[in-house]
């Protein structure tokens, strides 16, 4: 019995089986040992880790999605420190996804070392869209009442047409293009490169879309506006024994232009006073027209008018 346990203990076999349990229990000690070093693994939660989309169509864009989700993470401590909502990655495939409402399930990216525990929401509605463009004239929109009293009296820009590109519901919501631009300390011509708007039936800018070019060049040439009425003779007193048969004037009516609030009162322009002494029967005169202040008129040849006067015969 001796010799036989002798002989046991002296094999190979034997020597390789001791040296086998030797080696496992060594390698339990030094992982013990190294888990009392690393420390005990825990978990942590990260809220508001930003949502992003994978393997979006080029012809498609999102228009409701969920913003934000929750992130609950494994792994030993050492891993934690200074690790920030920033660094993680939320995201949903959307490969192969068409027009229409979905619901996709969230993924997530654990950084080296760490595990993914569970993703709050585990998935969300996603709602998709043709991306689409029309092309839409552009418009202006003058801002202010100019102090001077002008008016926009020729205007040219360009382009004269954009493109308005956006999910479809955005586009087809747009209405037209438009620029803003003040005039109210303008004095007579105004070049500027101004920003392009998308707006609504009711002037509400659209938000959501955009405008190709984004800029448009302007050039305005402001001016007084313009009104024609009638001239109307004015006599210094004159001798009894005249009396006026009839009178002509040539133009009987003038263009004038000056400031609106002018304008809109002034029904007629005046000759300066006609003396009649020494005036003959069917004489024509020159005769210059009284213009207010702030008026003028829109040609200058007429800042006088021909009066021709035939007197009563006794």
Not at 34 to 62: H, K, S, W, Y
Request: glycine share 6%; net charge negative.
């Amino acid at each position: 019995m001796q010799k036989k346990r002798n002989k046991l203990i002296e094999s190979p076999t034997f020597t390789k089986i001791l040296s086998f349990f030797l080696a496992l229990i060594l390698w339990f000690f030094v992982a013990g040992d190294r888990q009392e070093t690393l420390g005990t693994e825990m978990r942590r939660t990260f809220e508001e880790i930003p949502l992003a989309c994978r393997n979006l169509g080029n012809d498609l864009v999102v228009v409701e999605m969920a913003d934000s989700v929750k992130v609950t993470l494994q792994g030993l401590q050492p891993s934690f420190d200074g690790l920030t909502p920033a660094d993680l990655e939320a995201y949903v495939n959307l490969n192969g996804k068409k027009e229409g409402r979905h619901e996709v399930r969230i993924e997530a990216t654990a950084p080296p070392g760490m595990s993914i525990v569970r993703i709050e929401p585990a998935s969300t509605i996603v709602v998709l869209e043709d991306l689409i463009a029309l092309q839409m004239p552009i418009e202006p929109k003058f801002l202010g009442k100019n102090r001077s009293g002008m008016i926009v009296a020729e205007m040219y820009f360009e382009p004269e047409q954009v493109f308005v590109q956006g999910p479809r519901y955005k586009v087809e919501l747009t209405e037209r293009v438009i620029f803003y631009l003040d005039i109210e300390a303008a004095k007579s011509f105004i070049r500027e490169s101004v920003a392009l708007y998308p707006v609504d039936s009711i002037g509400r800018i659209v938000s959501g879309v955009t405008v190709s070019p984004e800029f448009a060049d302007v050039e305005v040439s402001l001016a007084y506006p313009r009104k024609e009425v009638p001239v109307e003779a004015v006599f210094k007193d004159y001798a009894s024994g005249l009396e006026v048969e009839t009178i002509s004037i040539e133009p009987p009516v003038v263009a004038i232009q000056g400031p609106q609030n002018l304008l809109t009162d002034l029904q007629v322009i005046l000759t300066e006073e006609l003396d009649l002494d020494g005036w003959e029967s069917g004489t024509a005169k020159e005769i210059p027209l009284a213009f207010p202040e702030g008026i003028r008129p829109v040609n200058d040849d007429h800042k006088t008018v021909l009066v021709r006067i035939f007197f009563a015969e006794d």
